[in-house]
C-alpha cells in the first residue's frame, strides 16, 4: 500500500464499523422515516443507500468501476427526491460489505501514478486522485454523522465506536 493510504485506509475501516453500529437494530420502517416529514431532512436508509453508491463512485475513482447493485433511485442515491423505492436494509448492508472488500484490496493496489493522475471535479487544494480520495473519506465521515443523529431520532441509543 502507498503509505500516503495508511491514514485514509484507517478511516475508511473504522467508518465500516460505524457504518455498522449505526445500523444496527435498526428497523427498515424507522430506517424510512423522515425526521421532518416530506421536509428537507434525509432518512436513514436514504443516508446508507447514498453512501454505498459513494463508495462505487470511489471505486471507480481509483480505477475499478463496477455499478452499485442498489436499486430504486433515478441516477443512484445521490437525491432523496429522486428515490422512487427502498431496498431493505439488509440489502442496503449487504452492498456496504461487497463494497468494503473491493475497496479494502483497490487501496491496497493502487499505483502511486493512479493517486499523482489530475482529478479536478472536486473543490480540493489537491487536484489529484489522492485529493479526491481524501474528499470523499470526509464526504462518508459527515454522513456517518448524519447516520448517528438518525439513529438516535428513531429512539435508539447512540452509535457506538
Known sequence: MDPRLIVPADILRLNTRLYRNC?????DELARERPSGKG?????????????????????????????????????????DKVTSYP????????????????AHELATITAAKLDAPYTDFPIELPTVLGALSFMVEHESYHLGQLGLLRKHAGLEAMAY
Request: hydrophobic share 50%; charged share 10%.
Open 40 to 80: 428537507a431532512t434525509n432518512c436513514a436508509a436514504f443516508v446508507a443507500a447514498h453512501l454505498v453508491d459513494s463508495r462505487h463512485y470511489l471505486l471507480g475513482l481509483l480505477g475499478k468501476s463496477v455499478p452499485s447493485p442498489l436499486k430504486g433511485a433515478e441516477g443512484g442515491f445521490n437525491s432523496i
Open 88 to 103: 431493505s436494509l439488509a440489502e442496503i448492508q449487504a452492498a456496504w460489505n461487497a463494497t468494503a472488500e473491493l475497496l
Open 23 to 27: 445500523l444496527a437494530n435498526l428497523s
